[in-house]
């Protein structure tokens, strides 16, 4: 599966976004050969290649943070210094394997797998080794995945302040697959630890791997589906982000009623693709006007309020029983049933077909 995924991404055009995306695919591949290479017991062919896979597998969440950099931030260039501390991962590892790998030969190494016939003190240096690259790809893999959500909610944040439809932008999946990679990888990483001081469950070896398809088969399909976003659907980079103008209370009067007459008479929430610079362009006042009075004046962000907007003339259109649920979420302004049902329910506190199943009891009882 990670083979033919490397050979779609392979095909495709050298975009930052594939680039590291083939990078993490190739780290995935040497992750999962390494794995396969010790369960299947291929080992014992070629013992002195056990462990080989050590530092590869501490660059596993670096890969996956600069994926998502590369796919949802605004700044093309990554910082030095992330690149410096991703990179010191598989050095410490190395470190740490530099007594496992010159002073075990391959025939000791194929000794210490069993019991019987392993020597003490070299089965301490396997153990030390064991402990050292697992504590540090814990450390590394935690790390950059709490970096990737912060990225993730940032990103998510930024399309809010300019949008009123981020399904399509906001790489809603990426959250789950995050979730769910980093309890596997932090599962198999003790799993290995506690198998190389001899404890096992029995799920050993079993669970774990079809836990481990399951999450890279989800990333997979997500990643090769996932569309390459254009720079002005990322935000802005922290370069170009300007400092709010103060403005005054009477300021964010005038723009707060400019915005309420473009929605209530001129109806612009109608559009599905409105955003905050077609908006800007509607009213006469600046994007960071608008945004400073959504946020501080209204207290809202742009999607809310354009999509309040809508759900308040969903509502009036669900009273009409010969309506679909469906049509009538594309006439309000949105791109799917699934966005539309969300954004409905989180306004009402019903979902759009309980809210209509409301009017009906409501009026049932007025009859």
């Given at each position: 599966m990670t083979i033919f995924a490397l050979i779609e991404v392979f095909n495709r055009p050298n975009e930052r976004q594939n680039v590291f995306l083939k990078g993490l695919l190739l780290l995935l591949l040497i992750h999962l050969a390494g794995e396969l290479f010790i369960y299947s017991g291929a080992y014992v062919y070629a013992p002195a290649l056990a462990g080989a896979q050590f530092p590869f597998r501490v660059l596993l969440g670096p890969a996956l943070y600069f994926y998502a950099h590369a796919t949802m931030s605004p700044d093309k260039a990554i910082d030095?210094?992330?690149?410096?501390?991703?990179?010191?991962?598989?050095?410490?590892?190395?470190?740490?394997?530099?007594?496992?790998i010159f002073m075990i030969s391959p025939a000791e190494k194929l000794a210490l797998a069993d019991p019987s016939t392993r020597d003490p003190e070299l089965w301490q240096i396997a153990v030390f080794t064991c402990f050292f690259a697992t504590c540090v790809f814990i450390s590394f893999t935690v790390l950059f995945l709490i970096m990737a959500l912060k990225l993730h909610i940032s990103h998510r944040q930024q399309l809010m302040e300019r949008f009123s439809e981020i399904e399509q932008r906001s790489l809603g999946?990426?959250?789950t697959v995050l979730v769910i990679w980093g309890a596997v990888w932090l599962m198999y990483a003790v799993e290995f630890f506690l198998g190389a001081l001899g404890w096992f469950w029995f799920g050993s070896g079993k669970l774990l791997p079809v836990l481990e398809v399951f999450a890279l088969a989800i990333f997979i399909q997500k990643a090769l589906s996932q569309k390459v976003l254009k720079e002005s659907d990322k935000g802005l980079p922290r370069t170009n982000q300007t400092r709010a103008v103060l403005l005054s209370d009477e300021k964010m009067q005038l723009i707060a009623s400019k915005l309420e007459h473009a929605m209530k008479e001129d109806k612009l929430f109608l559009q599905d693709n409105l955003s905050l610079n077609k908006l800007s362009e509607s009213i006469s006042e600046t994007e960071n006007h608008i945004s400073e009075t959504l946020s501080q004046f209204l207290q809202t962000k742009f999607f809310q309020f354009v999509?309040?907007?809508?759900v308040e003339e969903a509502k009036q259109a669900l009273q009409d029983r010969d309506k679909l649920i469906t049509s009538i979420a594309y006439d309000v302004g949105f791109?799917?049933?699934?966005?539309?049902?969300?954004?409905?329910?989180?306004?009402?506190?019903?979902?759009?077909?309980?809210?209509?199943?409301?009017?009906?009891?409501?009026?049932?009882?007025?009859?």
């Open positions: 030095k210094r992330l690149w410096a501390l991703a990179f010191s991962g598989p050095i410490l590892v190395l470190l740490a394997m530099l007594p496992f999946w990426f959250r999509n309040g907007f809508r791109n799917s049933k699934s966005t539309f049902n969300t954004a409905f329910k989180k306004v009402v506190g019903y979902s759009p077909s309980a809210y209509r199943n409301l009017l009906l009891e409501n009026k049932q009882k007025i009859l």
